[in-house]
């Protein structure tokens, strides 16, 4: 391993010792410090953004997605996703990419922690000017957003997007990315947000307590649907005849969650022009180098809900499982 900077042996993080509430699945904690083994980099955790999937994850949730959780106990021990953060030693084989020194952000396994190991392909850069809060909160929200608007939903400039669910995570990114590509965006969110969508750059904005969307008459090219709850007739309704709606968020039962709309959608796209296409979003260098892109020209600016401490993970936790997030909650490490 090259070290530039000694780390300490044992290092704060939250353990993820069982499914279930917070008070049952967080222990926070000292642990040694992870090594950066071959192909790795090790970083110094500075912020570690913080979403429902998160919460899906504390609670073993859906039970489709046991496999990669683990199937009766957690397989991660540590909790946390994303993270921003310096690089403080790299493993053999890391490629020459990144060096101890770089602000990185990105995805690893175990971001509520200290320090964590990540892959460089996992990693970027940092952007310039950007603070470690804000840059916490991209890869995961803001890679979903990405690859719902762009890939699966293949917007381009001049279409029309209408992103529902637009307040939260990954809607605040969605929004601004459509105007980054340059979309015209609707987005539909409750009342308390709509200044804030429209402060982000949407083009329209809709509460969807006070109306349904359904009944406006418009119809969109590429709908990113974060709000699960609307069924296949009512997103064909809002859909261009050639249109293509991404299903981001599902909604009902703990077992699959979403799933059967999913394999409901699938089986009848064969038979209609629009396409309903489920996100299934991951890590992807690509991708991740595209998103910064857009950050470091000032055309995605993340929105920033709260920030907790590593001792309020459970807090934070309970708050993002309340499903009403403005933007992305972050968790800030002090190690
Ligand atoms: N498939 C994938 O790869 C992938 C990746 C990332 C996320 N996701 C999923 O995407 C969904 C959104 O994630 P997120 O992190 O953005 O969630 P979030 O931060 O909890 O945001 C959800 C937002 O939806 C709004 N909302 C709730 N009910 C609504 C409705 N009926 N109509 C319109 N808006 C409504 C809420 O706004 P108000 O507060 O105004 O009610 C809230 O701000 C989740 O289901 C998550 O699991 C999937």
Known sequence: MTATQLTSPTTTAAAHAAFGDAGRAIRIGSMPTPTAGPGQALVKVEAAGISIGDWLVMHGLPYIARPAHGLLSPKHPVLGQELAGTIVAVGADAGDGLAPGDRVLGFTQGAFAGYAVASPEDLVLTPEGLDSVAAAAIPVSGLAAYQAVVKAGGGAAGQRLLVLGASGAVGTFAVQVGKAIGMHVTAVAGSRSQEMLTG??????????????????????VIVDLAGNRGIGSLRRLLAPAGTAVLVGGSGGRVFMGFGRTIRAMLANPFMKQTLVPLFSAPDADDLAALRALVAAGSVVPVIDRTFPLEG??????????????????IVLDD
């Open 313 to 330: 993970l459970a807090d934070a936790m309970s708050h993002i499982g309340g499903r009403h997030t403005q933007g992305k909650s972050v």
């Open 200 to 221: 982000i750059g949407a083009d329209e904005v809709g509460d969807y307590r006070a109306s349904d969307i359904a009944e406006s008459g418009d119809n969109w090219d």
